[in-house]
Structure formats: structure tokens, C-alpha cells
């Protein structure tokens, strides 16, 4: 066999034994970046106004992933209408180590939640998930995607079979998508009475440019929100659908539903 034969015969071998190193190397480069961040972001600020906290960390998913495993993970910070705490007993991050700029999350045990809404109500809701799920889809203006799937919500006098939320920057910034839904939710549901089989709200929220600084985790939420209010910002729900009905919500149906999304913005 002549050697330009042999050198066709073992190149491709070659090739993927380079490939193989280059993409071990860059996981481990890219872990050890992410095992610094996480150590300086650990009890301190991650961005403007929000701060992280866990009792563990793990990191695994070589070679294509990178995935970060959390014991006792918490997230408090300043909301757009007050104080904000989250805490979950298991939370997970995936992000792929190369490819479109996306982060999935998960979280399992017991949730608790507090925040206020535009009203200034102070809420607290503990709940046990049978599955929550989010992901975020970054760009080089920041958070252009998020979306959170709760499965089988369950809570002391509250239950709902599945909750969804997402929320879309629009590309010319102008304006910020929210959509919320909930199936077979039974409980104190305020003006929705004490059992919905379907809700969907879809709602614009305009002068979207003023939360620029809070999606590239530059600025803090109350600033964002002054700002919004400053340049005339205005929310409204464009479409609606309770138990199979479309738009065809009470006024105070309507108020409820921007409360319930106001803590967004």
C-alpha cells in the first residue's frame, strides 16, 4: 500500500482523536470557568438586585454539556413591587457546551415563593411540584426567552394540573410578550372563582426598551420598572380564554389577570 493510501486509510482516525481532545479540553476549560463564577457568586449578587445562595454544588455532563446540580438553592433580591424570595431543595442547570445560547432548569421538592404584585399584596405560596421545568433563551441583547412548565401543582388549598409561563422580547424591543395558562385548577382562585378547567392570558407590555439593562442583567427591577413607568409604559391582555370562552373576561377578571403577571415588570 503506497502512503498517500495509508494516509487516506488514517486520517479520518486522526482527525477524531484530535476533535475528541479539543472537545474534552474545551469542557474542562469551560467547567473550571463555571466552578470560578459559581464560587464568586455564591452568598453575593449574580446581577443588580438578586442574589444567590445553595448549600452544594456538582458539576457533570462531559463532554457536550454542562450541568450544575444545586442542594438547598435559593434566589431573593429586589422585585418590581418589593422583596422576592424563591427556594427549591433541588435545582439543576443543563447549557450545551457549544450551539444556540439556551439554558434549561430544573427543580424538584418542596418550592417556596414570596413576592408583592402591582397591587402591593404580599404573597407566600409553598407548593410540590409533580415536575418544573424553564428555559432561557439568551442573544447579544440578553434575555430574549424564558419559559417555566409546572406539572401537577399542588399546594394546601390549591391545586392545578398543569401552570405554563413565557415570556418573549420582541426583536425590535418596542414591546415584551407574556403568556400565562393554567389547566383544571381548583381552589381560592380569587375572581376566577373556585374552579377553572382552562385559563390563557396573552399580554403586551409596551416601551419594552426601558427593561433593556434588567434583561442583560445590568440593572435592578425597581429601576427598571421606574423607567418603564417614566416613559409612559402600558400593559393590556390582547386575548383571553376561560373554561373554552375567548375574551370574554370580567373587568375584574381583566384587573386579576395583569395583577397576576405584574410582579414580571
Do not use: C
Not at 61 to 69: I, S, Y
Amino acid at each position: 500500500m503506497r502512503y498517500s493510501s495509508r494516509f487516506f486509510l488514517y486520517a479520518p482516525f486522526f482527525l477524531l482523536l484530535m476533535l475528541a481532545g479539543y472537545v474534552m479540553a474545551h469542557w474542562w476549560q469551560d467547567a473550571g470557568a463555571l466552578e470560578e463564577r459559581l464560587k464568586a457568586a455564591k452568598g453575593r449578587e449574580a446581577v443588580p438586585g438578586v442574589t444567590l445562595d445553595w448549600a452544594n454544588v456538582t458539576l457533570s455532563g462531559f463532554p457536550f454539556r454542562l450541568d450544575a446540580t444545586f442542594d438547598g438553592f435559593s434566589v431573593k433580591g429586589a422585585g418590581a413591587h418589593g422583596p422576592f424570595v424563591w427556594h427549591t431543595d433541588k435545582f439543576a442547570v443543563h447549557a450545551l457546551t457549544y450551539g444556540a445560547q439556551k439554558d434549561v432548569f430544573e427543580a424538584t421538592g418542596i418550592q417556596h415563593l414570596s413576592w408583592s404584585d402591582a397591587a402591593g399584596e404580599a404573597h407566600t405560596l409553598d407548593f410540590l411540584p409533580g415536575s418544573l421545568r424553564a428555559s432561557a433563551v439568551r442573544d447579544t441583547n440578553g434575555l430574549s426567552r424564558f419559559d417555566v412548565d409546572v406539572m401537577e401543582l399542588n399546594a394546601k388549598g390549591l391545586s392545578i394540573g398543569r401552570v405554563q409561563f413565557h415570556m418573549r422580547r420582541d426583536p425590535d424591543g418596542k414591546s415584551i410578550d407574556l403568556m400565562a395558562e393554567a389547566d383544571l385548577a381548583k381552589g381560592d382562585l380569587g375572581a376566577f372563582g373556585k374552579e377553572v378547567r382552562t385559563l390563557r392570558l396573552y399580554q403586551t407590555v409596551s416601551q419594552g426598551a426601558a427593561f433593556a439593562g434588567l434583561l442583560q442583567g445590568q440593572q435592578r427591577a425597581p429601576e427598571s420598572h421606574a423607567m418603564w413607568l417614566i416613559s409612559g409604559g402600558d400593559t393590556k391582555i390582547t386575548l383571553s380564554e376561560l373554561n373554552g370562552a375567548k375574551n370574554g373576561l370580567s373587568p375584574e377578571q381583566s384587573t386579576a389577570g395583569i395583577i397576576l403577571l405584574s410582579p414580571v415588570y
